[in-house]
């Protein structure tokens, strides 16, 4: 076997798993100004806002939002005197057992670890409320603290981090103490974070991530029917939802009626306009195009590629930066598993059986996805870009799992994703409905 051309294509797997960007050297390395311009709408919207203003971002998985969100906080707290408290929510809790209960023991937990790392003082029965409520981990923590002071110095944040992840009665617990009491653990937050405004002179900012990949269930328990106790907090919070919530007429409701006006969208990267998105003769948008050619030259070396491979890999990921990389990785698999089952070969490269191979590998998932009654509705969106109701549980469903995207211009259209288009014409429901 080629160990040298093998482990270029283990490390382009590796560098592909770089997402989001969020450490300063990987943000260094592979960042792309890709959804620069929806970075500075949010940003100009934050610093004209009331002290307390909540704003709520939304977008497919995968298109960029992570990303996006971690260099706002950066530019924030660098360029304009902001105390920024960033964190993904999934770091910290299990993601199929988040509530709105513990989303606000989370911005207690970060903003405490916050005020500990900027060395500002935070009042001693604050921290009983947040940290001594356990009695197992106010053990560990009290153990592992400097002086015996609950919460000061060591690593308490690991430990609470540790059983919110791990621990469903350490969960179950946390809401039997607080979900009667939010008032109390609001009351908390601000306290701190008032602290932290006296001791800085900055206004504090909190952006959690994540939160776009809870099931629809979950977001309507959190966003609808808890959206006044979860956007109590009197200080600034940057939310994430699935853009599939913003077809939820119930859900929207609830944040309009909490000040939201408009959800902020990260639109699908767009490569054709809506009217020639079906004309082979047209070529992509350009600078679109090439900002998803060069996410790939930064992570997969051209060498190991084919020439036009990387554009038709791009073409293959709808313009959801998440699938070109998921695209890119299952070639890089192919690759691997290739140079194994013939070890002679020393001249393996991402070529057009790879990408067919890899394809139909993500075909076959999103194939496992779709149920039976969905298709008809695919081949009305890729006829019309529309669909006859978007708030209908299939299209929902469709939306949320990444089947059909979203794009905008001065109106919003959809489209089947490229790879489930493939899927239906696998199918043969699309042999009336285009000739090219």
């Not at 530019?75 to 902001?82: E, G, R």
């Not at 779709?370 to 009305?380: C, H, N, P, T, W």
């Not at 978007?390 to 979203?406: A, Q």
């Amino acid at each position: 076997m080629d160990d040298a051309l093998l482990a270029k294509f283990q490390q382009a797997y590796r560098d592909l798993d770089l997402f989001p960007l969020v450490e300063p050297d990987t943000i260094a390395r592979f960042r792309v100004d890709y959804g620069l311009e929806v970075m500075i709408r949010l940003r100009q919207e934050i610093k004209a806002s009331e002290a307390n203003g909540k704003f709520v971002f939304a977008g497919h998985r995968g298109c960029g939002k992570s990303t996006l969100l971690k260099r706002l906080a950066l530019d924030m707290a660098a360029n304009h005197d902001q105390a920024v408290v960033f964190f993904s929510i999934a770091d910290l809790i299990e993601l199929s057992d988040i509530t709105h209960t513990n989303i606000l023991y989370a911005i207690a937990l970060m903003l405490l670890d916050y005020a500990d790392q900027a060395k500002v003082k935070i009042a001693k029965d604050i921290r009983e409320t947040i940290l001594g409520w356990n009695d197992t981990v106010k053990t560990q923590v009290t153990t592992q603290g400097h002086g015996g002071s609950l919460g000061v110095g060591g690593n308490w944040l690991q430990i609470f981090q540790a059983s919110l992840q791990k621990e469903r009665s350490f969960r179950e617990e946390l809401e039997k103490t607080f979900s009667k009491k939010i008032s109390d653990l609001v009351g908390q937050c601000d306290r701190i974070v008032a602290a932290i405004q006296i001791a800085t002179k900055q206004q504090v900012l909190v952006i959690i991530d994540d939160l776009d990949k809870l099931d629809l269930s979950l977001v309507e328990e959190i966003y609808r029917q808890n959206i006044k106790s979860l956007f109590s907090p009197q200080f600034r919070i940057v939310f994430t939802i699935p853009v599939s919530a913003t077809q939820e007429p119930q859900i929207v409701g609830a944040l309009n009626s909490e000040g939201i006006v408009r959800v902020h969208p990260f639109p699908v990267a767009k490569f054709f306009p809506k009217e020639q998105r079906r004309d082979p003769n047209v070529a992509p948008i350009a600078k679109t195009f090439q900002q998803f050619l060069t996410i790939l030259e930064k992570r997969l070396p051209s060498d190991l590629l084919e020439p036009d491979i990387a554009r038709e890999m791009v073409l293959h990921s709808g313009g959801v930066v998440r699938e070109l990389v998921r695209i890119a990785r299952e070639c890089c698999t192919e690759c691997m598993v290739q140079l194994e089952l013939e070890p002679d070969k020393t001249d393996q490269t991402i070529d057009a059986d790879i990408l067919a191979a890899a394809l139909r590998n993500l075909r076959n998932d999103f194939s496992r996805q779709i149920g039976s009654d969905l298709y008809d509705q695919l081949v009305e969106i890729y006829e019309t870009a529309d669909a006859a109701d978007t708030s209908d549980p299939g299209f929902v469903k469709l939306l949320h799992g990444l089947m059909v995207l979203e794009y905008i211009n001065d109106a919003l259209w959809y489209d089947v994703h490229p790879i489930v288009v493939g899927l239906l014409r696998q199918k043969g429901r699309l042999l009336h409905h285009e000739t090219a």
